[in-house]
């Protein structure tokens, strides 16, 4: 998510700092920002000169401090975890001026609860954007309990200059798209482990009965099985309600690292 992030705001002009806990992390992110403008010149949307302005205003940050410490605006795809995000806020909000925005791509965790890790929760907003960046129009701004006018504001205004579509959400588990989209996925796997269905007869059912693009179990696999199971227990735990308990297969499978393309091994497997 970072890496498209990077790429969607640098091919719109704007000078990126990408940091990540290690350099081959960037590296990697670079690399698929390359390869992915590489599909567009292909497609005819962009030229080999914006390619390479586009990798110019992309720069490495050695740490995250280095990084915010330079940002107008910082948007943070860390792993779905409240512990890592809330530290990492807490640190962004010593390090950045005080004017600057902290924005979140979290995909189900409260905007309230990262915000009150600093001292400037009316600068704190979910920027929820969809995967993969560069192609999803949609981007879910999420309202802390804290958060004022003014930042919602800006960052409405900085989504739509990405040439995205925002959508104002308030702050509750999931938001709106993980709390729609994650229970019907849960439930395919419910209906994997039963044995009601093969996954390529059940997403063969969704593609051709309903008309989606891809089946629900290949896009948990190509979401990340862990991150479907962060965002399931979020629901659980924030809502109460036990249709939105993670299905026992999925935990068994995430246990044994099976987390989809990423690892090579899902509900389907992958060479590459």
Same mark, same amino acid.
């Given at each position: 998510?970072?890496?498209?992030?990077?790429?969607?705001?640098?091919?719109?002009?704007?000078?990126?700092?990408?940091?990540?806990?290690?350099?081959?992390?960037?590296?990697?992110?670079?690399?698929?920002? #390359?390869?992915?403008?590489?599909?567009?010149?292909?497609?005819?949307?962009?030229?080999?000169?914006?390619?390479?302005?586009?990798?110019?205003?992309?720069?490495?940050?050695?740490?995250?401090?280095?990084?915010?410490?330079?940002?107008?605006?910082?948007?943070?795809?860390?792993?779905?975890?409240?512990?890592?995000?809330?530290?990492?806020?807490?640190?962004?909000?010593?390090?950045?001026?005080?004017?600057?925005?902290?924005?979140?791509?979290?995909? +189900?965790?409260?905007?309230?609860?990262?915000?009150?890790?600093?001292?400037?929760?009316?600068?704190?907003?979910g920027m929820h954007f969809m995967n993969?960046? &560069?192609?999803?129009?949609?981007?879910?701004?999420?309202?802390?309990?804290?958060? #004022?006018?003014?930042?919602? +504001?800006?960052?409405?205004?900085?989504?739509?200059?990405?040439?995205?579509?925002?959508?104002?959400?308030?702050?509750? &588990?999931?938001?709106? +798209?993980?709390?729609?989209?994650?229970?019907?996925?849960?439930?395919?796997?419910?209906?994997?482990?039963?044995?009601?269905?093969?996954?390529?007869?059940?997403?063969t059912v969704m593609?051709?009965?309903?008309?989606?693009?891809?089946?629900?179990?290949?896009?948990?696999?190509?979401?990340?099985?862990?991150?479907?199971?962060?965002?399931?227990?979020?629901? %659980?735990?924030?809502?109460?309600?036990?249709?939105?308990?993670?299905?026992?297969?999925?935990?068994?499978?995430?246990?044994?690292? %099976?987390?989809?393309?990423?690892?090579?091994?899902?509900?389907? %497997?992958?060479?590459?």
């Amino acid at each position: 998510m970072g890496n498209g992030i990077a790429h969607v705001f640098a091919q719109h002009g704007h000078n990126v700092l990408l940091s990540d806990v290690q350099q081959e992390f960037i590296d990697r992110g670079i690399k698929t920002i #390359s390869g992915n403008l590489d599909r567009q010149i292909k497609k005819g949307t962009i030229g080999e000169e914006e390619k390479k302005a586009i990798l110019s205003r992309i720069v490495s940050a050695s740490t995250v401090e280095e990084a915010a410490r330079r940002c107008d605006f910082v948007i943070e795809a860390a792993t779905e975890n409240i512990e890592i995000k809330r530290a990492l806020f807490r640190n962004l909000d010593s390090w950045c001026r005080p004017d600057v925005i902290l924005a979140s791509n979290t995909s +189900s965790i409260s905007l309230t609860e990262i915000g009150a890790a600093t001292k400037r929760g009316d600068r704190v907003i979910g920027m929820h954007f969809m995967n993969p960046v &560069p192609v999803m129009k949609l981007v879910e701004i999420i309202r802390g309990h804290s958060t #004022s006018d003014d930042t919602f +504001s800006a960052t409405r205004d900085l989504a739509v200059n990405l040439d995205k579509v925002p959508v104002e959400v308030s702050d509750y &588990p999931g938001f709106v +798209s993980n709390r729609v989209l994650l229970p019907m996925l849960n439930e395919a796997m419910y209906c994997v482990m039963e044995g009601v269905a093969s996954p390529e007869d059940i997403d063969t059912v969704m593609k051709l009965g309903m008309n989606h693009p891809m089946g629900p179990l290949a896009l948990a696999d190509f979401i990340g099985l862990d991150v479907c199971l962060s965002i399931l227990n979020v629901l %659980h735990d924030g809502l109460g309600d036990p249709k939105y308990r993670p299905c026992p297969l999925l935990k068994r499978m995430v246990a044994a690292g %099976h987390l989809g393309r990423k690892s090579g091994q899902g509900f389907y %497997h992958y060479t590459s």
